[in-house]
Each structure stands twice: as C-alpha cells, then as structure tokens.
C-alpha cells in the first residue's frame, strides 16, 4: 500500500511525500471543502436520503493547524475553523491529486 513517508505545512499549503516517491500538494482550503466527514458531505440513510452536512463548497482562510495518522489508511487533518472529523484515506487523497492535475 502507497503510504505518506512525511507530511509538511508550507505556509497554506500541505506537502506529502508518498512512499512511491510521488509528492502532492494541497490548498488547506480545498482539502476543508473536500473532507469526507459526515459533518461536510451528510450522511446517507437505508432510502438513500442525505441528511445533515453543509452546503458550503468554499471555506476561505481556513488553515491545517496540523494532523494525525490513523492507523495504516489515512490522514486525519486538524482545521482552523475546528473541523477534525474528516478521516481521508491515502486512496482518497491520491484520487484528490489526480483530480486537481
């Protein structure tokens, strides 16, 4: 499994050096309107009914104030406006870069 071997803040930015030599970098802004926590993007019920979550897609100035590993699949990040529910998985942020290219 591709894997962060170090995680950096660069200003607004947070920097990823993957374990396949691959870097990625990320707007903190972006990644706080990407997160997949329930809180951001809702939560799907047995009808496929949303329920909750928030409708903003922009969140201006919000900062990665720092992050934890969990376990050996993702990243959860620390945001400045309190957020720190998103759990993104290594794949999840990959597929973010790949989208941003």
């Keep these: 499994m591709i894997a962060p071997t170090n995680i950096q ?3 607004t ?3 990823i050096i993957w ?3 691959a870097e990625t970098y990320f707007q903190s ?3 706080r309107a990407a997160s997949p926590s329930a809180a951001n993007i809702g939560e799907t019920d047995i009808l496929g009914q949303t329920h909750g979550g928030d409708d ?3 969140f201006p ?3 990665v104030q720092g992050w934890e590993i969990v376990g050996n699949y993702a ?3 620390d945001f400045s406006d ?3 529910t998103g759990l993104f998985s290594y794949t999840y942020l990959r597929d973010l870069d790949r989208k941003g290219e």
């Design 61 to 63: 100035g919000v900062t």
């Design 56 to 58: 903003r897609t922009q």
């Design 9 to 11: 803040l660069i200003g």
């Design 13 to 15: 930015e947070v920097a």
């Design 75 to 77: 990243v959860r990040f």
């Design 19 to 21: 374990s396949d030599g």
């Design 82 to 84: 309190g957020h720190r």
């Design 29 to 31: 802004e972006m990644l």
